[in-house]
């Protein structure tokens, strides 16, 4: 009985240990951080998803640097709070959501060519 006890203990001392560094977010670049962090609300490349657009067409590309950080520490409305980053993570994370392109508009599927100016025909039949 005893012998079990230990082994449980040691056990759920190895699982903390464990999930303790899947939470972990010290040495991650901005990029990493918005992977992590992020990505899964606002897109992958910033466009939005659940959480609004925050690429460089966003409302967000109107916000200075300490407002995007803000945003990011307090996480207002249904967004959650990001204050266990430090300083630097929130600001490689901001330098790295101004480096998001303006992403095309949700359910855009023109093709390239068009954009260019090049025609393209559609015969019926698909051919």
């Not at 240990?17 to 609300?41: H, I, K, N, Q």
């Not at 640097?65 to 300083?87: E, W």
Request: glycine letters at 16%.
């Amino acid at each position: 009985m005893r012998r079990l006890r230990a082994r449980h203990a040691i056990g759920a001392a190895v699982l903390a240990v464990v999930l303790a560094g899947c939470g972990s977010t010290e040495g991650l670049s901005g990029a990493d951080l918005y992977a992590r962090s992020c990505a899964s609300c606002h897109g992958g490349e910033g466009g939005g998803a659940v959480g609004p657009a925050l690429d460089g067409g966003s409302a967000a590309a109107d916000l200075t640097d300490d407002q995007i950080a803000a945003v990011i520490r307090v996480g207002p409305g249904t967004m959650p709070s990001f204050d266990r980053l430090t300083d630097a993570q929130i600001a490689s994370l901001v330098a790295f959501i101004r480096t998001l392109p303006v992403s095309p508009p949700v359910g855009s599927w023109f093709p390239s060519s068009w954009e260019s100016g090049s025609s393209v025909s559609h015969r019926a039949g698909g051919g």
